[in-house]
C-alpha cells in the first residue's frame, strides 16, 4: 500500500470552505487509502467517475461490454469473483469516498448523512466496516476527522465542512425496512446476489434496492457488487443483462477473480484443487460466472463410477481401527426404508453394509422396520447409533434402545439436506468413497438432482421412478457419509430424571457459575463495560 497522505497535502488549508474540494475516487483510493489498483480495477474506479478509462479496448469489450462512456452513472453493478477485491478495494472505498466529498447543501440542523454498506448479514457486513475503519486508522487525514462515539456498526466523520457523515453497515434481511429515514449519500449492496428475508428465505435485493435508490443524495451513488449465483435472477444479474455494453442506466462490468486480482494465489495451487474438488464453485469463485437456474445431474457420474468396487462384498465386516456409522431413511407407505452403514478406513469411507425394505400390496409396518433394521444394526461391532430424519424418532428410538443404540437427528431443513448432500458430492469427487457394484443404489446416486435457489441457497431433488423409488438408498447412504466424512455428530440429549440427566445439569451449573464469576472479575479489572 501507499503511504496515505496528511490533511494539508490533499486539502490544503487555504481552500478550505463551505463545500468538500473535489477529490477524485482513484486520488482517494490511492492517495488516501494508499491502494495500488490493478489495470481492471483502476478502469471501473475512473469510469464509475466518468472518467475515461485508458484500458484496451478489447479489455472493456470483455468487461464492461464497450467502451465505457464518459459520464458518471447514478448506479454501479459488478460482478465480480471471490477474493477479487470487490469489498476491500471498491465498496469500502467508495463509502467513505463519498462520505468525505458528496455535497450535502440541504442537509438540515443536527442532521447526520450516511453512507450505507448492506451486506447478507452482520457477520459479513462487520468485515466490511472493518476495512473502511482500517483505511481511517491508516490515514492521519480521515483518523483526525473521526468522531469518537463510533459504535460496532458505525464509523463517523466530522467533514472539514462541519458536516457529520456516518458510514453504516446494516444486514440485509432487515435492509428493505431500516433505511427508511436516512439521507444517503452512497448506498453499497455487498454480496446483493445472497441477499434474502429474515425468516421467509425470499430474496430481498429488489426492495432493497429501491429502497435506497430514492434516499440517495444527488452527487451520490447505488453500487451493486456481488459474487455471482444465478444467471438471470436478482438484481445485479438483471441489470448486467439491461445495461451490458450500453450502460444507460448504470455503468456494469464483469471480471474473474485474476483479472481483478493479479496477486491472487501466486502459485495456483489453491485454484487448481478447487476446479479439481469442484468445478461449479470454480465457475462461480474464480471465473465470476453464474450458475444456470435449471436442475441437473447433481453427483457427478464419473466419480460414482470410480468409487464401485467390484470385489467388494456386503455385509462387510470392520477392521480394527475403524469407525462406522449408519444412516436411515424412513419410509412405510409410499416409499422405502432403508438403512446404511459406513467404515472410515484411514482417508476412505467404505459402504459396509445395506438393505432396504419395500412396501408391496399394503404399508410397511414401522415397528417390524425398525426391528428388523435395528437387528441389522447390532451385528456390527463398534457401532453406536444411527442417523435418521427427526420426524419418526419415538417410533425408531423405542427399538433402538433395545439393541443399545443411540438416535442421531439428521441436520434439518433445506440448508441441513443440502449440507448432507453437499459433503457427500465432495467426497465422492476426492475419490474418498467405495460403494459395491449395486445397481440400484448407482441408479439412484446418478438420478440425484439439484437447482440453485436464489439467496445463495440449493435445493436436492430425488426424483420418484417407478422400480427405483424415492432414491431412498442414497438418503440413508448420504447420512452415513455424513459424521464420518469429517463433520461431528451432537450426541443426543439424555432422558430426564435419569443419572446421565441430572450430571449433565449439574456440568451445565458448574459453567454457568464459573463463567458468571470471570465476568464478574473483568468487570472489576475494568475489561467489560455494559
Not at 465498496?91 to 447478507?120: D, I, M, Q, R
Not at 454480496?191 to 443524495?217: L, P, S
Not at 445495461?243 to 485474476?258: F, I, K
Not at 481401527?321 to 407407505?333: H, K, N, P, S, T
Request: hydrophobic content about 40%; charged content about 25%.
Amino acid at each position: 500500500m501507499k503511504a496515505a497522505r496528511t490533511l494539508e497535502e490533499v486539502w490544503p488549508s487555504t481552500v478550505r470552505g463551505p463545500a468538500p474540494k473535489p477529490l477524485s475516487f482513484r486520488a482517494f483510493c490511492e492517495d488516501v487509502c494508499g491502494l495500488q489498483l490493478s489495470p481492471l480495477m483502476g478502469a471501473i474506479v475512473d469510469a464509475s467517475e466518468g472518467t475515461q478509462t485508458l484500458l484496451e479496448a478489447d479489455l472493456c469489450k470483455r468487461h464492461f461490454g464497450s467502451m465505457p462512456p464518459v459520464r458518471k452513472p447514478r448506479t454501479v453493478a459488478v460482478r465480480a469473483g471471490g477474493r477479487a477485491g470487490k469489498t476491500s478495494r471498491l465498496l469500502a472505498p467508495k463509502a467513505l469516498h463519498a462520505a468525505w466529498t458528496v455535497p450535502l447543501p440541504t442537509l438540515g440542523h443536527g442532521e447526520e448523512a450516511v453512507a450505507l454498506l448492506v451486506a447478507p448479514d452482520m457477520k459479513l457486513g462487520k468485515q466490511c466496516l472493518s476495512f473502511v475503519s482500517g483505511y481511517v486508522d491508516q490515514s492521519p487525514m480521515l483518523s483526525a476527522a473521526r468522531v469518537k462515539d463510533d459504535t460496532a456498526e458505525t464509523c463517523t466523520l466530522r467533514r472539514p465542512d462541519g458536516r457529520i457523515v456516518r458510514v453504516e453497515v446494516l444486514a440485509a434481511t432487515r435492509g428493505g425496512r431500516a433505511v427508511r429515514a436516512r439521507t444517503l449519500v452512497f448506498a453499497g449492496l455487498d454480496e446483493a446476489a445472497f441477499f434474502y428475508a429474515e425468516g421467509t428465505g425470499v430474496v430481498n435485493d429488489q426492495d432493497i434496492y429501491n429502497a435506497v435508490a430514492q434516499r440517495v443524495v444527488p452527487g451520490g451513488q447505488v453500487w451493486i457488487v456481488s459474487t455471482p449465483w444465478l444467471a438471470g435472477i436478482g438484481i445485479l444479474e438483471k441489470t448486467l443483462a439491461s445495461e451490458w455494453g450500453v450502460h444507460r442506466g448504470a455503468l456494469v462490468a464483469s471480471a474473474g477473480t485474476r483479472a481483478l486480482n493479479p496477486t491472487w494465489d501466486p502459485t495456483g495451487e489453491i485454484e487448481r484443487d478447487l476446479r479439481e474438488r469442484d468445478p461449479d464453485a470454480a465457475r462461480r469463485e474464480i471465473d465470476g460466472e453464474p450458475l444456470a437456474g435449471t436442475a441437473s445431474s447433481f453427483f457427478d457420474p464419473a466419480s460414482i463410477d470410480a468409487a464401485v468396487d467390484p470385489t467388494l462384498v456386503l455385509p462387510r465386516t470392520a477392521q480394527a481401527g475403524e469407525e462406522l456409522c449408519a444412516g436411515g431413511d424412513f419410509g412405510f407407505r409410499q416409499d422405502s426404508s432403508a438403512v446404511c452403514v459406513s467404515h472410515r478406513s484411514g482417508s476412505l469411507l467404505i459402504l459396509g453394509d445395506l438393505c432396504e425394505m419395500r412396501p408391496e400390496s399394503q404399508p410397511l409396518k414401522p415397528s417390524a422396520v425398525v426391528r428388523t433394521f435395528a437387528e441389522r444394526l447390532s451385528t456390527h461391532a463398534g457401532l453406536t447409533g444411527l442417523m435418521a430424519d427427526g420426524h419418526y424418532r419415538e417410533t425408531v428410538t423405542e427399538h433402538l434402545d433395545e439393541y443399545g443404540l443411540d438416535f442421531y437427528p439428521a441436520p434439518q431443513g433445506n440448508d441441513g439436506v443440502s449440507q448432507v448432500y453437499m459433503r457427500a458430492r465432495g467426497l465422492f469427487r476426492e475419490g474418498r468413497v467405495r460403494i459395491p457394484k449395486h445397481p440400484r443404489l448407482i441408479q439412484q446416486l446418478k438420478s440425484v438432482q439439484w437447482r440453485p435457489n436464489s439467496g445463495g441457497s440449493v435445493s436436492i431433488i430425488l426424483p420418484r421412478t417407478p422400480g427405483s423409488g424415492h432414491c431412498d438408498l442414497v438418503s440413508a447412504f448420504v447420512l452415513s457419509l455424513w459424521e464420518l466424512g469429517g463433520l461431528e455428530v451432537e450426541a443426543p440429549a439424555p432422558e430426564p430424571n435419569t443419572p446421565a440427566w441430572y450430571a449433565a445439569q449439574e456440568a451445565k451449573l458448574l459453567a454457568d457459575m464459573e463463567a458468571s464469576h470471570e465476568r464478574r472479575m473483568r468487570e472489576r479489572d475494568g475489561e467489560v463495560w455494559g
